[in-house]
């Protein structure tokens, strides 16, 4: 685990917060907190064996979030002085002054125990931005020319995010947390020309909260086998160029992580987050079908769904010590043997429903799921890494073993395209790779496809997971929400997982209607 980087320490965090707090409680607010981050951002990209960008980027500046009158009040600011602080707190107080003329029903916020002076720094061996441009560009050059090696592989494409995220939060309360955090995603892609079609094939390595070591480490340190995926890439696009395209019906269906942590992202972590359940974004990301009525009796899917919310999971990308409201992060369940039992709370939130995280008091507590994306944007409920749980037998079954109970099915690998509806509800998913299944046997790829369902339909087809040998834990960086808009990384585990008479659209023939 690598330590606090000192540029970020030297800065002048503990005096801009003493003095925005200072100020803020002279004015007489019930809450305040202050937040100053920096945020560095650096981004390759390659093609056909050549660099074609190279950025850097960095995001600097503090704010001061108070509760004045029962109202929010939220500024933020990016000269870094004391007088600069103050006037912000002034500002935010200002903000609160007008919003309690237009709030009819008074803020209140969980509460939560005080963190004095504590520091969290992500696990990681080398930051990848402390590796010099020249030798990260070589070595996506280097992936692109293995690539455009295939006969079938016409152009090839590498890139690398990579993220350094450090944050000081104080609060009136006594909390003061300094945190640090490191995630990248490395990704290449193929395309190539068939007879009829053009397509393409990507590498399925998730984006995850690790060091430069998940691009060159060892395998025992965490490191994507690049080589290997490398290597297969090319014949895999070969043969979904000259495939078949499928068959539309009713199929079973063996999915692999590296598909279905994104079906969870759309039909389970936006559907629990409380504050769309509550239709509080109802203008921009939606609702939820999954509404507070529901709580412990939907049926949300079968026996073996066994749902967390987890901020705190080894190399998760919204995996924090502390998040942007001070609350300790957690595990939790959200779906246990099938039923709806959980959501995912801020600390506003944490108050109107306590029995889903009682607190010692037995008012209710957040569950860590407050995140702002920049110093400029006012922290809202954002998701945890939202897992489905393996199998946890000795006998649990593998991948082969899944795919073994099919008689005919397919076999999905990769993420691609998706849809659904703003309740979260409605849905239809394709992918990189459909395996045809026959009497348990792989007999080759199809093209052209889709699954499609509703969310406790799907979920509810689930007649198995997988042991933790299947679970990986996949994940995005762009997870959008709010107004104005905000980005966040998370990510979501699962094992490869059997689903039984799955309606299988044919993409092609979809298209044409």
Excluded at 65 to 80: C, K, Q
Aim: glycine share 10%; with cysteine; net charge negative.
């Amino acid at each position: 685990m690598s330590g606090l980087d000192p540029t970020f320490a030297d800065l002048p965090h503990r005096a801009l917060g003493d003095a925005a707090l200072t100020r803020a409680r002279e004015l007489g607010v019930t809450h305040a907190d202050f937040r100053l981050e920096r945020v560095r951002y650096q981004d390759l990209s390659v093609r056909d064996g050549v660099l074609q960008g190279a950025s850097d980027a960095e995001d600097l500046g503090f704010a001061v979030r108070v509760i004045h009158r029962g109202s929010w009040g939220f500024a933020a600011g990016v000269v870094l002085t004391t007088d600069e602080a103050v006037r912000v707190a002034e500002t935010a107080v200002a903000v609160a002054n007008v919003a309690a003329t237009m709030t009819s029903r008074p803020v209140e916020i969980a509460d939560e125990p005080v963190y004095d002076d504590v520091t969290w720094v992500s696990a990681y061996d080398v930051n990848p931005l402390d590796v010099p441009v020249a030798e990260k560009a070589a070595l996506l050059i280097d992936w692109t020319e293995r690539l455009r090696a295939g006969a079938a592989v016409d152009h090839a494409t590498a890139f690398v995010q990579q993220v350094q995220e450090n944050k000081y939060y104080a609060d009136l309360a006594g909390t003061r947390t300094t945190q640090q955090r490191v995630r990248l995603m490395p990704g290449f892609e193929a395309m190539g020309a068939g007879a009829d079609t053009f397509d393409s094939m990507a590498s399925i390595a998730p984006p995850a909260g690790r060091g430069w070591e998940y691009v060159v480490g060892s395998r025992d340190r965490g490191a994507w086998d690049w080589d290997a995926e490398i290597a297969e890439v090319p014949e895999l696009l070969a043969e979904k160029l000259k495939a078949p395209s499928v068959e539309a019906g009713t199929y079973d269906l063996v999915i692999h992580p590296s598909n279905l942590w994104l079906t969870i992202h759309e039909s389970i972590g936006h559907a629990t987050e409380l504050d769309r359940a509550l239709g509080y974004e109802a203008n921009y990301a939606g609702t939820s079908f999954a509404t507070t009525d529901k709580l412990n009796h939907l049926q949300y899917g079968t026996p073996v769904m066994n749902v967390t919310g987890d901020r705190t999971v080894d190399h998760g990308l919204a995996t924090i010590g502390y998040d942007d409201e001070g609350v300790q992060t957690q595990n939790w369940d959200i779906i246990k043997d099938g039923v709806l039992v959980g959501y995912q709370l801020d600390r506003p939130m944490g108050v109107m429903l306590p029995q889903l995280n009682p607190g010692p008091d037995g008012r209710g507590r957040s569950n860590g799921c407050a995140y702002a994306d920049s110093s400029g944007h006012i922290p809202i409920q954002r998701m945890a890494n939202v897992s489905l749980q393996p199998d946890p037998s000795t006998d649990a079954p593998g991948t082969a073993d899944l795919i073994g109970r099919v008689e005919r099915g397919l076999y999905v690998v990769g993420d691609k395209s998706w849809s659904i509806d703003m309740q979260r509800f409605n849905f239809q998913f394709t992918g990189q790779r459909f395996f045809t299944i026959k009497d348990g046997e792989l007999v080759g790829q199809v093209r052209d496809v889709a699954y499609q369902a509703t969310t406790t339909d799907f979920w509810n087809s689930m007649e198995a997971v997988g042991g933790e040998d299947t679970w990986v834990l996949g994940g995005a960086f762009n997870c959008g929400k709010a107004q104005p808009g905000q980005v966040a990384a998370v990510s979501h585990g699962c094992p490869t997982s059997l689903f039984r008479d799955v309606r299988i659209l044919n993409t092609l023939e979809e298209g044409g209607n």
